[in-house]
């Protein structure tokens, strides 16, 4: 089992910023992609970034420019971190891992944190 325990979230004024982080404990290893996603009230939840074990990144398109996903392999935790906020990010934030171990592969979401951008 993992659990994963997200922080950072808050209330910012457009154009300001924020990190998020996500912690995960528990049985680490094997650990794949780690994500952010985010869910606005009455809206569908959507990928924001994801970052794999090597490396790579993807961003949704709304957040290219702004956004920096990134992780510390060393703490178990991935990082986002938010510039020029809008208020359409206001959202809740949640990180997502996939682990595999052997050829079975497990998934888990943190508890979620809320972003709210507004003046």
């Known amino acids: 089992q993992v659990r994963l325990v997200e922080s950072g979230g808050g209330l910012v004024q457009p154009g300001g910023s924020l990190r998020l982080s996500c912690a995960a404990s528990?049985?680490?290893?094997?650990?794949?992609?780690m994500d952010w996603y985010r869910q606005a009230p009455g809206k569908e939840r959507e990928l924001v970034a994801t970052?794999?074990?090597?490396?790579?990144?993807n961003y949704a398109d709304s957040v290219k420019g702004r956004f920096t996903i990134s992780r510390d392999n060393a703490k178990n935790t991935v990082y986002l971190q938010m510039n020029s906020l809008k208020p359409e990010d206001t959202a809740v934030y949640y990180c997502?891992?996939?682990?595999?171990?052997?050829?079975?592969?497990?998934?888990?979401w943190g508890q979620g944190t809320q972003v709210t951008v507004s003046s």
């Open positions: 970052i794999t074990s090597s490396n790579s990144i």
């Open positions: 997502h891992i996939e682990q595999q171990i052997f050829s079975q592969l497990y998934y888990y």
């Open positions: 528990g049985i680490i290893f094997g650990i794949n992609t």
